[in-house]
Every structure is written in C-alpha cells, then in structure tokens.
C-alpha cells in the first residue's frame, strides 16, 4: 500500500507498533471493555542526529500535515536530543522525536552506527512513510551488543530501526479510572510490569505532566549471526495539569522523560 496521507500514516504506524507490542493492545482493548474511549497522547520516534536521518527527516510528513514546531529537550546523560511536535487538532497525537548525538560518543560506536546508515538506500529517507518502514540494515548481534554497552537507545535503534518506539494513552479522557495511579494499578492486576526506574510515576502536578509506562515486550529479531530476543517497544500513559493561565500543559519534562527512555533497556 502506497502511503501518502497523514491519517494512512498514523493508522499504519498503530498497527506496526501493537503487532510487535501486543501487550498495548491487550491493554487499549481492557480499556475500551470498560467503556473508555482512549486517546493517543503522543507518539514517539527515534534516530541518529546524522543528516541523512535526523530529526527533521523524519518530522517532514508531520510538519507537511500542519505539525507544527513547539519545544526541544536534552538528555546529557544518556546524550539525546528531542523535539516536539504539535497539530492545531488538539485530537491529533503530539509527535516526540529523539535523536542519538553520534559526535558525543567514540569512534568505535560512530564507526558501528555509520555502516548501518550506509546502507540506507539512496532516497529512502524521503519516502513519506520513512518513519514506520523498520529496520533499513543488517546487523549481527554482535555489533548491537557492542553498541548496547555504550548506549541502550543506539542499540534499540540498530535491531529495530524507524517504527514507533511507543504510543501514549491520554489518561485525562479516561472516564474508569480518576487518575495515573489508578490506572497503574488496573494494568499491574492482569501482570503487566511497569517501569519503576525513578519510581512508577515520573514527574509531578508542579511540573503539570505525572507519566508512567509498562516495561518494553521482548521480541525475537533476525541478526546476521542468528535470532536474538531482545526489547522491543512499551506503552506510555500521561496525564496533564493546567497551567495557572487554565489552559492544560502540553510540553514534556526532560527528567522524567530521561527514566520512560529505560522502558527499553534490555537489564530492566
């Protein structure tokens, strides 16, 4: 199917993200039985801050779909950079965008990351659904332990490629549950882990955004030296205060985001 249009986009990238996270649409779907209607915060993507890849290659088919630019985050410990995204249909998901900052890193892991952007074919990025097409390399599972010690996300990055690292449920329309812990609890009762990394919840009402996300499925990936399960993709729940001026907050925290991007750590 040629995807050409926001909405084909979008509906691909959910059906990508939950047929290699089944655990979210087990949990979309216990929401909806309770009669929820679930609305997708924001969806998060991930790359290299390599031209050829970066964060402006992939926010291209959003910002030409009327997303518009609203703020940057930096993660100097895990040394990440990000960008947010936001449509004037406040229904429409706000799109986050990370990128590994290659130049922070040495030469061995630039050297590992540099040969699986070689091997991009030419023009791929440009391709309007570039963002949910998957891995565009090969790679052994050798070079993705390698890249593993020196940064958990390269390695994620090298064994799953442009999808969809995670989707977020909207906890403020959730009408079942009243707040964030409420729905921690209602998902730990039928055996899904969540991330407790800086504990369960992140964030604050001070800060205006309380998050909170399951631990990342394990899948099976095809390496060159064999079959390896490794982490694959979570599901992230938010849930926004208003600002004094009434209106509700809309950006993200970077110290909370920091603990969520651990949802894909293969040690969790």
């Keep these: 199917m040629n995807i050409t249009t926001l909405p084909e986009l979008l509906d691909k990238m959910w059906k990508d993200y939950t047929s290699m996270n089944p655990q979210a649409l087990k949990i979309y ?51 990440l950079y990000a960008k947010h995204f936001e449509h004037p249909d406040e229904q429409m998901p706000k799109i986050f965008i990370s990128e590994l900052k290659l130049e922070e890193f040495d030469k061995e892991l630039q050297s590992v990351v540099n040969n699986l952007i070689e091997q991009i074919p ?83 009402k001070e800060v205006y955004l309380e998050q909170s996300s399951t631990l990342a499925d394990t899948v099976e990936v095809d390496f060159t030296d064999g079959k390896h399960k490794v982490p694959a993709c979570y599901y992230e729940f938010a849930q926004r205060y208003s600002l004094p001026n009434g209106k509700l907050y809309q950006g993200f925290v970077a110290t909370s985001a920091d603990k969520i991007f651990e949802s894909t750590d293969k040690s969790q």
């Design 122 to 204: 030419e023009g791929l990025p440009q391709q309007y659904d570039f963002c949910s097409l998957g891995r565009p390399w090969e790679v052994s599972y050798e070079a993705y332990e390698k890249l593993r010690e020196k940064s958990e996300y390269a390695a994620w990055m090298a064994a799953h490629g442009y999808r969809p690292n995670h989707f977020t449920v909207f906890v403020n329309t959730l009408t079942s549950l009243k707040d964030i812990r409420e729905v921690n609890e209602f998902i730990k009762q039928y055996g899904f882990k969540l991330n407790d990394s800086g504990g369960e919840v992140k964030g604050s």
């Design 29 to 79: 779907t216990l929401f909806i039985e309770r009669g929820d209607q679930v609305q997708n915060d924001h969806i998060a993507l991930r790359t290299f801050n390599h031209p050829k890849v970066n964060i402006e290659v992939l926010a291209r088919p959003f910002v030409e779909g009327g997303y518009e630019y609203r703020q940057d985050y930096h993660f100097p410990d895990k040394k």
